[in-house]
């Protein structure tokens, strides 16, 4: 890590018992929580002022999105990411979720298959039931310490009448990979082929580590820019879920137009008075930030491997490409994942995700665990699991 540090990650702040859904879930007060895709790091400082001074205000009506709002993500994506996008090709909304299932709903009927790369983000399976589509799996194939796409598979399912979304994940979730441009030209060509539109949940997109680098889906070629959705938002970069603010990109007119719609008839169109703000504020002032963020993810993914490799080898960690999550193979402790998780929480009092979150068949053997915290609480949940393990 850079020993030339401007922002205090080390900071322990305290968040039990402020209504937390990460921490105060957990019933028992001694219960660490390294599980939800939440952060414990204070947000960058000028989102933290660009907050009091809209608080400072003192009325909070209704939001009307200003034109800094488009400026700051037009900006953003194209300084840092080459990806040049129009103002009219922004919807924004209240999450990446609830997107996910208008998207779906906009271009997918009920009944038709939604294709998912698994071991994936346990939210998309519920966005496509809840849009009366059907979940069709294309598996990762295990390679070394990471995964690959099975593109035989891959077209197989996409060839299948009933297909008509790729939902895909970039970078991925759980598995940790950052696509490569080659990777996600090819999938485009093979969803091209048979009529399949893509759905890019791209909400990781800034959390990359060293040696990496994300590439918007629709950055890749005017076929890939034609055949998208993009779904992004600066919530879990920045670690501002909870003011519910991200955006809906697409090119098409006619698809944008029916994904506007969806997103009326189900209401979730409107923006609170304080994302605009944190968006703004995350896009304009805190790239430096994201920065020494990644920087620090890194360090403890390190510290996390080392600590692992020395004290319960039978747990495997992945490659981390992208996110602060963490995947690691647990098959040598011959113990179901669900068994692992439940062991944790009972005996070690720290919660993790079990991997049959992610596909049943495909997380069985694996762990997900979020490592977005201070260094020496990510410690303590590692020696916690040590003694269960170790």
Same mark, same amino acid.
């Given at each position: 890590?850079?020993?030339?540090?401007?922002?205090? /990650?080390?900071?322990?702040?305290? =968040?039990?018992?402020?209504?937390?859904?990460?921490?105060?879930?957990?019933?028992?007060?001694?219960?660490?929580?390294?599980?939800? @895709?939440?952060?414990?790091?204070?947000?960058?400082?000028?989102?933290?002022?660009?907050?009091?001074? =809209?608080?400072?205000?003192?009325?909070?009506?209704?939001?009307?999105?200003?034109?800094?709002?488009?400026?700051?993500?037009?900006?953003?994506? $194209?300084?840092?990411?080459?990806?040049?996008?129009?103002?009219?090709?922004?919807?924004?909304?209240?999450?990446?979720?609830?997107?996910?299932?208008?998207?779906?709903?906009?271009?997918?009927?009920?009944?038709?298959?939604?294709?998912?790369?698994?071991? !994936?983000?346990?939210?998309?399976?519920?966005?496509?039931?809840?849009?009366?589509?059907? %979940?069709?799996?294309?598996?990762?194939?295990?390679?070394?310490?990471?995964? %690959?796409?099975?593109?035989? &598979?891959?077209?197989?399912?996409?060839?299948?009448?009933?297909?008509?979304?790729?939902?895909?994940?970039?970078?991925?979730?759980?598995?940790?990979?950052?696509?490569?441009? &080659?990777?996600?030209?090819?999938?485009?060509?093979?969803?091209?082929?048979?009529? !399949?539109?893509?759905?890019? $949940?791209?909400?990781?997109?800034?959390?990359?580590?060293?040696?990496?680098?994300?590439?918007?889906?629709? #950055? !890749?070629?005017?076929?890939?820019?034609?055949?998208?959705?993009?779904?992004?938002?600066?919530?879990?970069?920045?670690?501002?879920?909870?003011?519910?603010?991200?955006?809906?990109?697409?090119?098409?007119?006619?698809?944008?137009?029916?994904?506007?719609?969806?997103?009326?008839?189900?209401?979730?169109?409107?923006?609170?008075? /304080?994302?605009?703000?944190?968006?703004?504020?995350?896009?304009?002032?805190?790239?430096?930030?994201? &920065?020494?963020?990644?920087?620090?993810?890194?360090?403890?993914?390190?510290?996390?491997?080392?600590?692992?490799?020395?004290?319960?080898?039978?747990?495997?960690?992945?490659?981390?490409?992208?996110?602060?999550?963490?995947?690691?193979?647990?098959?040598?402790?011959?113990? #179901?994942?669900?068994?692992? @998780?439940?062991?944790?929480?009972?005996?070690?009092?720290?919660?993790?995700?079990?991997?049959?979150?992610?596909?049943?068949?495909?997380?069985?053997?694996?762990? =997900?665990?979020?490592?977005?915290?201070?260094?020496?609480?990510?410690?303590?949940?590692?020696?916690?699991?040590?003694? !269960? /393990?170790?």
């Amino acid at each position: 890590m850079n020993q030339t540090t401007k922002y205090n /990650f080390d900071e322990i702040v305290t =968040r039990r018992g402020s209504h937390c859904y990460k921490w105060d879930l957990p019933k028992e007060d001694d219960v660490l929580p390294m599980w939800i @895709a939440d952060m414990d790091f204070k947000a960058a400082p000028a989102i933290r002022q660009a907050l009091q001074c =809209r608080l400072d205000h003192g009325v909070f009506g209704y939001t009307l999105v200003p034109q800094s709002y488009y400026d700051a993500v037009i900006s953003w994506f $194209d300084r840092r990411h080459d990806w040049k996008i129009e103002q009219q090709w922004i919807i924004y909304t209240i999450g990446v979720v609830p997107a996910v299932t208008c998207a779906i709903k906009a271009i997918a009927q009920p009944g038709e298959n939604v294709l998912v790369q698994t071991p !994936v983000y346990n939210c998309f399976f519920t966005c496509i039931k809840n849009s009366g589509c059907q %979940i069709l799996e294309n598996p990762l194939l295990r390679k070394d310490d990471s995964y %690959i796409i099975d593109f035989d &598979d891959f077209e197989q399912k996409c060839a299948d009448a009933k297909t008509t979304v790729f939902l895909l994940c970039n970078p991925h979730n759980p598995a940790g990979r950052v696509w490569t441009k &080659d990777e996600l030209a090819r999938m485009n060509e093979i969803c091209m082929r048979h009529g !399949v539109t893509v759905i890019a $949940d791209e909400i990781h997109c800034e959390l990359v580590m060293p040696g990496y680098k994300y590439t918007p889906f629709a #950055s !890749v070629n005017s076929a890939c820019e034609d055949n998208c959705v993009i779904l992004n938002s600066p919530s879990k970069s920045f670690n501002i879920a909870g003011l519910q603010t991200s955006n809906i990109i697409c090119k098409s007119p006619s698809l944008r137009h029916r994904i506007d719609r969806i997103i009326n008839i189900h209401e979730t169109c409107d923006l609170n008075p /304080f994302g605009p703000v944190a968006l703004e504020a995350a896009y304009n002032e805190s790239e430096d930030w994201i &920065d020494e963020l990644n920087e620090y993810i890194w360090d403890n993914y390190q510290a996390l491997k080392a600590f692992l490799n020395e004290h319960i080898q039978q747990m495997e960690v992945l490659k981390m490409e992208g996110s602060y999550l963490p995947w690691i193979n647990i098959e040598k402790l011959g113990i #179901s994942s669900d068994t692992a @998780a439940a062991r944790l929480l009972h005996e070690g009092r720290v919660m993790v995700n079990s991997g049959t979150m992610y596909g049943r068949n495909a997380g069985e053997g694996y762990l =997900r665990v979020n490592i977005a915290c201070p260094r020496s609480v990510m410690m303590e949940g590692l020696e916690r699991i040590k003694r !269960v /393990f170790g």
